[in-house]
Nanobody, 126 residues
Framework: QLQLVESGAELVQSGGSLRLSCAGS????????IAWFRQAPGKEREGIFC????????VDVDAVKDRFSISRDKAKNAVYLQMNSLQPEDTAVYYC???????????????????WGQGTQVTVSS
């Protein structure tokens, strides 16, 4: 059974940093497109960063403004989202998702992803 589990979220002060982890079980993450999404209260879910098996990435520049980065750890079967200079507007539930595709460029469209983690709450205080 394919599963994704996010971890690493916590309450952090404005300006702080967090690293979210997305761990896979039942499949090899490096073979999939992996994306990070977030959903703030009252807002639609938005895609913020993704990475393909070839290492190509796509990012919502307006959302992250060069503060976030994505990386893979093949040995741990995990994908990370490093978040720096966090602001209260980054408060949201963060999800990772996986997509099996032959496309080189990953997508930030959540409808293209078939496997989802349960989400993890990031809260940034002012």
């Amino acid at each position: 059974q394919l599963q994704l589990v996010e971890s690493g979220a916590e309450l952090v002060q404005s300006g702080g940093s967090l690293r979210l982890s997305c761990a896979g079980s039942g499949f090899t993450l490096e073979d999939y497109h992996i994306a990070w999404f977030r959903q703030a209260p009252g807002k639609e879910r938005e895609g913020i960063f993704c990475i393909s098996p070839q290492g190509a990435t796509a990012v919502d520049v307006d959302a992250v403004k060069d503060r976030f980065s994505i990386s893979r750890d093949k040995a741990k079967n995990a994908v990370y989202l490093q978040m720096n200079s966090l602001q209260p507007e980054d408060t949201a539930v963060y999800y990772c998702a996986a997509r099996a595709t032959n496309q080189v460029v990953c997508s930030l469209n959540d409808r293209r992803y078939s496997h989802w983690g349960q989400g993890t709450q990031v809260t940034v205080s002012s």
